[in-house]
């Protein structure tokens, strides 16, 4: 099955940039979506198809998307950014088509 | 606005069953596929089931498969997920998700989720 890895935390000072990386085999041939998951909340979908943003996510949050990574781009990282972060691809060729990333916790010092 | 709203969870010994469901509301439940997905404490999330929008596919991770079965009543907008044959793996909140409407196979709505604790 497709297995896709992140780094298990990330920190970072408020107004810094923070960055999370999400691995895969080839994992620039897919559309990679990235789920935020503030503590004792359901994750929030934040980016979809790489680098597109849902309405009413903020502008601070891209993505990226090549070769063996993808990536989520936090910019002024706020208090509130704090949270999981989960990325997500459909892999057609496998029984268990729906792969989430290991998660990435981001830690705002 | 969409809002979904799991119920069922709670304490069962392991092999015994349960049944989730899952009410829907804001948006035309009939045109959307459905999920299950789940999150053991402290970990990760881990995808359990789909079910199309008109039922008529259904698919499961290995780890539930067999054991589980996803179902909907579009009538009444509610998902459900039946567990049998419980183990202490699959202890987890069990979130239901909407796929987004144009078959992305993206989340773009959860509800809150429901504890599934098993344990004897």
């Known amino acids: 099955s497709y297995v896709l890895t992140q780094p298990p935390s990330v920190s970072v000072a408020p107004g810094q940039t923070a960055r999370i990386t999400c691995g895969g085999n080839?994992?620039?041939?897919?559309?990679v979506h990235w789920y935020q998951q503030r503590p004792g909340q359901a994750p929030v979908l934040v980016v979809y198809?790489?680098?597109d943003r849902p309405s009413g996510i903020p502008e601070r949050f891209s993505g990226s998307n090549s070769g063996n990574t993808a990536t989520l781009t936090i910019s002024r990282v706020e208090a509130g950014d704090e949270a999981d972060y989960y990325c997500?691809?459909?892999?057609?060729?496998?029984?268990?088509?729906?792969?989430f990333g290991t998660g990435t916790k981001v830690t705002v010092l | 606005q969409v809002q979904l709203v799991e119920s069922g969870g709670g304490v069962v010994q392991p092999g015994r069953s349960l049944r989730l469901s899952c009410a829907a509301s804001?948006?035309?439940?009939?045109?959307?596929?459905m999920h299950w997905v789940r999150q053991s404490p402290g970990k990760g999330l881990e995808w359990v089931a789909v079910?199309?929008?008109?039922?008529?596919?259904?698919y499961y991770a290995d780890s539930v498969k067999g054991r589980f079965t996803i179902s909907r009543v579009n009538s009444k907008n509610t998902l459900y997920l039946q567990m049998n044959s419980l183990r202490a793996e699959d202890t987890a909140i069990y979130y239901c998700?909407?796929?987004?409407?144009?078959?992305?196979?993206?989340?773009?709505?959860w509800g809150q989720g429901t504890l599934v604790t098993v344990s004897s």
């Open positions: 998700a909407r796929e987004e409407v144009r078959g992305t196979n993206l989340f773009d709505s």
């Open positions: 804001g948006f035309t439940f009939h045109s959307y596929a």
């Open positions: 079910i199309s929008y008109d039922e008529s596919s259904k």
């Open positions: 080839n994992i620039g041939t897919k559309s």
């Open positions: 198809d790489d680098s």
């Open positions: 997500q691809v459909w892999d057609s060729s496998s029984d268990h088509p729906y792969v």
